[in-house]
Each structure stands twice: as C-alpha cells, then as structure tokens.
C-alpha cells in the first residue's frame, strides 16, 4: 500500500510541485492549505510523513508541528519542513518543535524525493 504524505503549503503552486514530485513516486498525497487545515485533514488515515511550510496563516509550521507532536499516533512520523527560511535559529525553533528535517525552497524534486526516501525507509 502506498505511502500517505500529508503537504501542507499555503501556495497552491508549492502544494502541485510536491504532489506532483511525490505522487510520481507512488506516494499518496493529502494537501492542506494552513496549520488548521491539516489538523482537520490527520483523521482520515494514517500519515506516514508530513511536508509543512514555516510561514502560513491560521496557523504556522512551528505551532503545526507542535500540535501534531502530541498526539500519540504523530510521536514518531517523520514531519519535513519545506521553507524559504534559512536561519540558523529558525531550524533550531523547528528542531526544537519536533521537525525531522529541513528543505529550503526553492527545491530540486530529487532533494525531496531523497529526503522522502531517506526518512519512510
């Protein structure tokens, strides 16, 4: 059975270039638009993976990751911050929040696709 990533981006066209890079991998993609959005969408199966944006409204990757992270069933999913921001001190709010990785945007598909494969085995 496929594997389910949930891409969570407020830029639609983001959202398209994830799904498009992963779905050619056989992956099963749910979009969300914002934090909230996601939180509405992680009942419907089991998420293998989660890809969020730093910078949304509603609701933001850090406040995103934190949520997801206390619920038993997220303890341990491999969550993948794809972001423009760089800094040093923002990856380590990230870390510190429960994020697995980092990708900076712009991104190159085989960077994705090599961290997907990387963190779901």
Same mark, same amino acid.
């Given at each position: 059975?496929?594997k389910?990533? +949930?891409?969570v &981006? =407020? /830029?639609?066209?983001?959202?398209?270039m994830?799904k498009f890079?992963l /779905?050619?991998?056989?992956?099963?993609?749910?979009?969300?638009?914002?934090?909230? &959005?996601? +939180? /509405?969408?992680?009942?419907a199966g089991k998420? =293998?993976?989660?890809v969020?944006d +730093?910078?949304m409204p509603n609701? &933001?990757?850090i406040?995103? @990751?934190?949520? +997801?992270?206390?619920?038993?069933?997220?303890?341990f999913?491999p969550?993948?911050m794809l972001?423009?921001?760089?800094? =040093?001190?923002r990856?380590?709010e990230?870390?510190?929040a429960?994020?697995?990785?980092w @990708?900076?945007?712009?991104f190159q598909? &085989?960077q994705l696709i090599?961290v997907t494969k990387?963190?779901?085995?």
């Open positions: 059975m496929a389910t990533i +949930l891409t &981006d =407020d /830029s639609v066209s983001i959202r398209q994830v890079t /779905s050619k991998e056989g992956y099963s993609i749910i979009e969300a638009c914002d934090g909230k &959005d996601a +939180l /509405s969408k992680i009942g998420i =293998d993976m989660v969020t +730093l910078n609701m &933001d990757g406040t995103l @990751i934190r949520e +997801l992270r206390t619920k038993p069933e997220f303890r999913t969550i993948i972001t423009t921001e760089s800094q =040093d001190s990856k380590q990230g870390k510190a429960g994020a697995t990785g @990708i900076v945007k712009p598909p &085989d090599n990387k963190v779901l085995g």
